[in-house]
């Protein structure tokens, strides 16, 4: 016999057990012939998918966060923010979100010392979300839930992070009673010496009231302080081990953690939801795999987010759903998979550490996630074990590998968090997506597209049934549908027209510019949809103003392929039409999305006739340097030949007469009201904190 023959039931064995143990034998498999030419009118039957696609790129947009919702220097957010939704007034939205942490490295040298630091400046504050399909007309987040208020559009909760990613590693905080507070919250004018204070006042924290436990942490912080400050009394708290991994780490050591704990809004609470595992490598016949190397991507490059633990393993369970409060640091696990056999051992063990899942509220259901870990680990065993059949699996012939990260070449691509709907299903789910490619070919074309239903529902202590669930698009091998790199290729040499009329280049052309002209330009998330019969290709592209100081990525384009077209624009509905023959047949979400403002009534202007000579003179002489520049191939300076033009106009538009429009008659439009008034609202800076030095 041959040796395929005589190895058949040993793989056979082997693919059984591997795929029942990292939870893929059970995948909805769909053969999928994706078309590749655009008509018209193409996506009317995804009308409910397109309005969600998002646009916001979390691995780019931090530094817009800080800029927008930072505040002061002494506040931060992570590089890298999380991807959730949200119910707003009714209509469920991706969102990208963050908490304003402290950061002690952006207090002002002069107030650093150890009182401050470890007494006033103990906490962040506040919840930042934007809505994941929507820019405004400069390329910004649109946000729903920003500022120092903690009753935003993500609903009313305790905005004080004392307990997050990048707290300090201790804080005392807590005093007797009638203490005037001294914990820092915001700048303000109206608070005590310009500042809004706070006492803490949960149960988180060691009391360090004793002498005995003072000398215990004076030994182990190597910090005299404990001891001699006025500031250390009989109510004070050590808050310490306080980022959410560390915490869950401390009550369930047993228990294998997920690298991307994400905030969320839920109960009146800031809390940060930690997917937990079981794991082990002791599955028979199971196929092994090193925990680390599955587990990085693009993004764990850049962040070092990557699952807690490290070696080898062949088998995984996301069993535990762990909760931290932000305010009190209290943990709550959540027993998630109750049919895992390791987690009813430990359960066994140590009865009363797990809550039933009935316990989880409907609201905290609603921000439960298929975790990206766990994905990744998925796809890497999907890679040959997709293939079922012995004798095939045993050539090797059809196996396939995970495409790098287009924007980042050396790494894979990463799993990415978006709403669609997959062949079958009527209605768009929030979901977890990624892509496989052939391996060994030579020739990147998209072979299979996997979407794991990342949505648990809403409704308290009960999973959603579709949740988990895997659905895998498996195109045929002679698919003409090319894969993340190859479409990034084309992105970059395409010779499109924007199909926005205020821009003259095309996108190869405004790619050159941009980077010629010392402005920093990013590819955003790549992301693939299955829409209109075959495959949608989503990009945005971010634009930074290097030389200006405080300057931030800005959504100054999308871009969209499908097949071997490629259309793009200001906004993604521009290119969805370019790319449908003029009219998609849906509107994405930024069709209108510009942030609405109180809009004060027209006012007659004199204009300056000298002024707006001048300014005609500089348009002509702009518009001329820039079309010789042009025909030069010099973009650099046609983009500052562009950035003098678009000056002159605003100067011609601020010097040019203007008169009041005509007024509308009440008696022939009764819905008229001459007697508006303007609606503006003054806006001031609060005054830098200060705290003095002690």
């Given at each position: 016999?041959?040796?395929?023959?005589?190895?058949?039931?040993?793989?056979?064995?082997?693919?059984?057990?591997?795929?029942?143990?990292?939870?893929?034998?059970?995948?909805?498999?769909?053969?999928?012939?994706?078309?590749?030419?655009?008509?018209?009118?193409?996506?009317?039957?995804?009308?409910?998918?397109?309005?969600?696609?998002?646009?916001?790129?979390?691995?780019?947009?931090?530094?817009?966060?800080?800029?927008?919702?930072?505040?002061?220097?002494?506040?931060?957010?992570?590089?890298?923010?999380?991807?959730?939704?949200?119910?707003?007034?009714?209509?469920?939205?991706?969102?990208?979100?963050?908490?304003?942490?402290?950061?002690?490295?952006?207090?002002?040298?002069?107030?650093?010392?150890?009182?401050?630091?470890?007494?006033?400046?103990?906490?962040?504050?506040?919840?930042?979300?934007?809505?994941?399909?929507?820019?405004?007309?400069?390329?910004?987040?649109?946000?729903?839930?920003?500022?120092?208020?903690?009753?935003?559009?993500?609903?009313?909760?305790?905005?004080?992070?004392?307990?997050?990613?990048?707290?300090?590693?201790?804080?005392?905080?807590?005093?007797?009673?009638?203490?005037?507070?001294?914990?820092?919250?915001?700048?303000?004018?109206?608070?005590?010496?310009?500042?809004?204070?706070?006492?803490?006042?949960?149960?988180?924290?060691?009391?360090?009231?004793?002498?005995?436990?003072?000398?215990?942490?004076?030994?182990?912080?190597?910090?005299?302080?404990?001891?001699?400050?006025?500031?250390?009394?009989?109510?004070?708290?050590?808050?310490?081990?306080?980022?959410?991994?560390?915490?869950?780490?401390?009550?369930?050591?047993?228990?294998?953690?997920?690298?991307?704990?994400?905030?969320?809004?839920?109960?009146?609470?800031?809390?940060?939801?930690?997917?937990?595992?079981?794991?082990?490598?002791?599955?028979?016949?199971?196929?092994?795999?090193?925990?680390?190397?599955?587990?990085?991507?693009?993004?764990?490059?850049?962040?070092?987010?990557?699952?807690a633990g490290a070696g080898q393993i062949n088998y995984v369970r996301n069993s535990v759903k762990a909760t931290v409060d932000a305010y009190d640091g209290s943990i709550d696990l959540y027993a998630w998979d109750t049919e895992d056999p390791i987690l009813q051992a430990w359960d066994k063990a140590f009865p009363g550490a797990l809550s039933p899942l009935?316990?989880?509220?409907?609201?905290?259901?609603?921000?439960?996630?298929?975790?990206?870990?766990?994905?990744?680990?998925?796809?890497?065993?999907?890679?040959?074990?997709?293939?079922?059949?012995?004798?095939?699996?045993?050539?090797?012939?059809?196996?396939?590998?995970?495409?790098?990260?287009?924007?980042?070449?050396?790494?894979?691509?990463?799993?990415?968090?978006?709403?669609?709907?997959?062949?079958?299903?009527?209605?768009?789910?929030?979901?977890?997506?990624?892509?496989?490619?052939?391996?060994?070919?030579?020739?990147?074309?998209?072979?299979?597209?996997?979407?794991?239903?990342?949505?648990?529902?809403?409704?308290?202590?009960?999973?959603?049934?579709?949740?988990?669930?895997?659905?895998?698009?498996?195109?045929?091998?002679?698919?003409?549908?090319?894969?993340?790199?190859?479409?990034?290729?084309?992105?970059?040499?395409?010779?499109?027209?924007?199909?926005?009329?205020?821009?003259?280049?095309?996108?190869?052309?405004?790619?050159?510019?941009?980077?010629?002209?010392?402005?920093?330009?990013?590819?955003?998330?790549?992301?693939?949809?299955?829409?209109?019969?075959?495959?949608?290709?989503?990009?945005?592209?971010?634009?930074?103003?290097?030389?200006?100081?405080?300057?931030?990525?800005?959504?100054?384009?999308?871009?969209?392929?499908?097949?071997?077209?490629?259309?793009?624009?200001?906004?993604?509905?521009?290119?969805?039409?370019?790319?449908?023959?003029?009219?998609?047949?849906?509107?994405?979400?930024?069709?209108?999305?510009?942030?609405?403002?109180?809009?004060?009534?027209?006012?007659?202007?004199?204009?300056?006739?000298?002024?707006?000579?001048?300014?005609?003179?500089?348009?002509?002489?702009?518009?001329?340097?820039?079309?010789?520049?042009?025909?030069?191939?010099?973009?650099?300076?046609?983009?500052?030949?562009?950035?003098?033009?678009?000056?002159?106009?605003?100067?011609?538009?601020?010097?040019?007469?203007?008169?009041l429009p005509e007024p509308t008659d009440p008696e022939a439009d009764p819905s008229a009201d001459p007697a508006t008034e303007p609606a503006t609202e003054p806006t001031t800076e609060a005054a830098d904190a200060a705290v003095g030095d002690s």
């Amino acid at each position: 016999p041959s040796e395929r023959a005589l190895e058949a039931p040993f793989i056979e064995r082997n693919i059984n057990a591997t795929r029942a143990a990292y939870g893929i034998d059970d995948i909805e498999r769909t053969s999928y012939a994706a078309v590749t030419e655009a008509e018209a009118g193409q996506l009317r039957q995804d009308a409910a998918v397109i309005p969600g696609i998002r646009l916001v790129d979390p691995s780019i947009v931090s530094p817009t966060f800080r800029q927008f919702e930072s505040l002061r220097p002494y506040y931060g957010f992570p590089e890298i923010l999380d991807v959730d939704r949200y119910d707003i007034e009714g209509e469920v939205s991706d969102a990208v979100v963050g908490v304003r942490e402290i950061n002690l490295a952006g207090v002002p040298t002069s107030q650093r010392n150890w009182v401050n630091d470890r007494t006033v400046y103990t906490h962040g504050y506040g919840f930042v979300g934007a809505y994941g399909n929507r820019r405004t007309s400069e390329g910004d987040p649109v946000f729903f839930s920003g500022g120092l208020s903690d009753d935003t559009d993500a609903g009313e909760f305790e905005p004080r992070i004392y307990f997050g990613e990048s707290s300090p590693v201790y804080s005392v905080v807590g005093d007797v009673e009638g203490a005037p507070p001294r914990e820092f919250d915001y700048p303000d004018d109206e608070g005590t010496g310009g500042n809004v204070l706070n006492t803490f006042d949960g149960e988180g924290g060691v009391p360090i009231g004793s002498f005995l436990r003072k000398i215990a942490y004076a030994l182990k912080y190597r910090e005299l302080n404990f001891l001699l400050s006025e500031f250390v009394n009989s109510e004070s708290r050590i808050l310490d081990h306080r980022t959410p991994v560390e915490r869950v780490e401390r009550v369930a050591p047993w228990l294998t953690l997920d690298g991307n704990v994400y905030p969320a809004v839920v109960d009146g609470r800031i809390k940060w939801i930690v997917d937990a595992y079981t794991m082990t490598a002791n599955y028979p016949y199971s196929q092994l795999v090193d925990l680390q190397n599955a587990t990085s991507d693009s993004i764990t490059e850049r962040s070092a987010l990557i699952t807690a633990g490290a070696g080898q393993i062949n088998y995984v369970r996301n069993s535990v759903k762990a909760t931290v409060d932000a305010y009190d640091g209290s943990i709550d696990l959540y027993a998630w998979d109750t049919e895992d056999p390791i987690l009813q051992a430990w359960d066994k063990a140590f009865p009363g550490a797990l809550s039933p899942l009935s316990e989880m509220s409907g609201e905290l259901m609603s921000h439960v996630r298929y975790p990206q870990d766990l994905l990744k680990i998925q796809r890497v065993q999907l890679r040959k074990y997709h293939v079922t059949d012995p004798s095939s699996f045993y050539t090797g012939q059809d196996y396939w590998e995970v495409p790098k990260d287009p924007t980042h070449a050396t790494q894979d691509a990463p799993t990415y968090y978006q709403s669609l709907a997959m062949p079958g299903q009527d209605d768009p789910s929030f979901s977890l997506t990624t892509t496989f490619i052939p391996t060994g070919t030579g020739r990147e074309i998209l072979r299979g597209f996997l979407a794991a239903d990342a949505d648990a529902g809403r409704e308290a202590g009960v999973k959603a049934d579709s949740y988990g669930t895997l659905r895998l698009l498996e195109l045929p091998r002679a698919s003409a549908i090319d894969g993340p790199g190859q479409v990034q290729n084309q992105i970059e040499v395409s010779t499109e027209r924007s199909q926005d009329p205020s821009e003259p280049l095309n996108l190869s052309q405004f790619i050159a510019q941009n980077r010629q002209s010392g402005r920093q330009l990013t590819f955003g998330n790549l992301l693939t949809l299955p829409v209109g019969g075959g495959l949608l290709y989503v990009q945005p592209m971010y634009v930074q103003a290097q030389r200006e100081a405080g300057s931030f990525p800005q959504n100054k384009a999308t871009i969209a392929v499908f097949g071997k077209e490629v259309a793009w624009g200001t906004t993604l509905n521009q290119a969805l039409d370019g790319l449908f023959g003029g009219d998609a047949g849906a509107d994405a979400g930024d069709v209108d999305s510009e942030v609405p403002t109180d809009e004060t009534p027209d006012q007659p202007r004199e204009g300056d006739p000298a002024a707006l000579a001048q300014a005609l003179a500089d348009m002509e002489r702009a518009y001329d340097d820039a079309e010789r520049a042009l025909r030069a191939g010099d973009f650099a300076a046609y983009g500052e030949a562009q950035d003098r033009l678009k000056e002159a106009i605003a100067r011609a538009v601020e010097a040019s007469p203007s008169e009041l429009p005509e007024p509308t008659d009440p008696e022939a439009d009764p819905s008229a009201d001459p007697a508006t008034e303007p609606a503006t609202e003054p806006t001031t800076e609060a005054a830098d904190a200060a705290v003095g030095d002690s």
